[in-house]
């Protein structure tokens, strides 16, 4: 069934590993101990496993008739807290339980103590029978089997494919339990999503969280079932990757985000916006600036003017809403102030700014080195430490503004004044002061000077050329 989805030449499905599966479901099952005598001071969130101030060897007589038998006690030392005393592998295990609205022994938080009690079986079942076969599952994993890394070196994948196809397993994967096929969903995206020759593989990390998954699940790094009944592992915001949470710190910095989930344009991080729209930059940046110079550049005090707000953020709800798609041509938006104002603000907006936290300091740096030589060599440094995303966005942006200047008689817009506007728009120092706002300016001048003049060799190129490292997958 499952498996003519994936007959053709680009997909086959991954191997799904079934035997932590089994053993959830060889997991003893919660028996609840009821208490026949009414009970003072039960708390009004316990039921009839509440039975009060027993002793710890009550508990253990109550408790031996079976497997998962499960009950609430008040401890006799610390009135008004409470154990709850489990018996799994023979043996009473107690644990001191909470109440804040949910219930919670430990990280996980549950509506009922039946649940609580169902997921903490299953995890100390499974804990218990397979700690090894657990610290072993992220050594092989089928990741690498199955993305589209895999898919850009034909020869290599198809020599995998008959082993995956004719294993055993297979057959448990296409599973009784008729979930196979949605929860292949983010893998078999990633499989098939078509590589663009123009567009840079930039990296961009998973944005893991934890996550409740509905039905059962399985890893989608180490093939393995997903066990619990909450929380039972992480799932990436971006692109839908779902994994264990041991699982999580071995995946690849991969990332590929899907429309479905990355909503919006403005705010939405830089890396994650082109990568989801598989552009280059973001279209924003590409966008504003050709309408901007379509219309020339003699506009007086251009970037320096600002544009009348609500029609500012009526461009950026047109991006959010329509993405390449928004009409910011001059029939829409006759001041041009307002598209420069637009592209201002989508900078401003940036969840890490273009020139990076990190990359700050260098930049920094740069910018009070006098000798000329030596300030070429910390800006190609700064530079560096840019996501090749960013890199590629303030290359193509400096490029702009360079021609920007070149207009300078007539919009009176010279490196320095651009350096005013955008210093505080393309870096946040953190830690704001007039000092740092000062700083700002100056790295935005000289990106300006070192930007590709003519007739300076030294120069030329430094930034429109672009020493933006091609950190490829
Ligand atoms: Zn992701
Ligand atoms: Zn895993």
Redesign the pocket.
Known sequence: MALTLFDTDEYRPPVWKSYLYQLQQEAPHPRRITCTCEVENRPKYYGREFHGMISRETADQLLSVAEGSYLIRESQRQPGTYTLALRFGNQTRNFRLYHDGKHFVGEKRFESIHDLVTDGLITLYIETKAAEYIAK??INPIYEHIGYTTLNREPAYKKHMPTLRDTQDERDSTGEDGVSEKRLTSLVRRATLKENEQIPKYEKVHNFKVHTFRGPHW?E??A?FMWGLIAQGVKCADCGLN??K??SKMVPNDCKPDLKHVKKVYSCDLTTLVKAHITKRPMVVDMCIREIESRGLNSEGLYRVSGFSDLIEDVKMAFDRDGEKADISVNMYEDINIITGALKLYFRDLPIPLITYDAYPKFIDSAKTMDPDEQLETLHEALKLLPPAHCETLRYLMAHLKRVTLHEKENLMNAENLGIVFGPTLMRSPEQDAMAALNDIRVVEMALVHSGQAGSPRMLGILPMGLCPPRLL
């Open positions: 599952m992220t890893c790094y180490c393995n994994v264990h041991q699982c």
